[in-house]
């Protein structure tokens, strides 16, 4: 049958065989697909998932980078990070529930986010404008609000998920 422009409605189409697809023959799509693939082709997207996997490592190592450079350099990321690693020790020993363990790391890692965020702020205004600006000090303190306002939101949380199970028992 024939339609408009000469085209067949019920032509055979590449992937038109139902049968042979339930059936569990991978055989048949991938005939279909590897048949217009030349072997260059095949390397070339090889290399190219290569060239994406070292970016991504390398995106990977400039990012542990930051965290260590914050780390090395910035006390309140040091204290946060440590009072995280305890809070994590101690929920190990302590009856958590599933829910109690997610809103932990939640709060633990929106802490951490908001102060890696305060300290590449302060940084970046450092390095654009002198910090006597009035404006500079106004960005400042309001990330520093930020990251105090996380911090007491991570300490509520730590507290509501202990008195939660000593009041259960």
């Known amino acids: 049958m024939e339609g408009v422009g000469g085209r067949k409605f019920f032509a055979r189409e590449p992937f038109a065989e139902p049968s042979r697809l339930a059936a569990g023959r991978s055989d048949f799509l991938s005939s279909r697909i590897s048949h217009k693939m030349s072997s260059s082709a095949v390397i070339n997207i090889l290399k190219d998932c290569m060239i994406?996997?070292?970016k991504l490592i390398r995106s990977f190592r400039h990012a542990f980078d930051g965290i260590f450079s914050v780390m090395l350099t910035e006390q309140n990321f040091r204290v946060m990070i440590t009072l995280v690693i305890l809070v994590l020790i101690v929920g190990v020993w302590l009856p958590l529930k599933f829910w109690q363990w997610t809103a932990l790391v939640i709060a633990s890692v929106l802490m951490l986010v908001v102060e890696l965020i305060n300290t590449a702020i302060e940084k970046a205004m450092d390095l654009v404008l002198p910090a006597s600006l009035e404006e500079i000090k106004v960005i400042k303190h309001i990330m520093a609000g930020a990251a105090?306002?996380?911090?007491?939101?991570?300490l509520v949380v730590v507290v509501l998920i202990v008195l939660s199970i000593f009041a259960l028992q």
Not at 148 to 154: D, F, K, R, Y
């Open 52 to 54: 994406k996997i070292t």
């Open 148 to 154: 105090l306002v996380a911090s007491v939101g991570w």
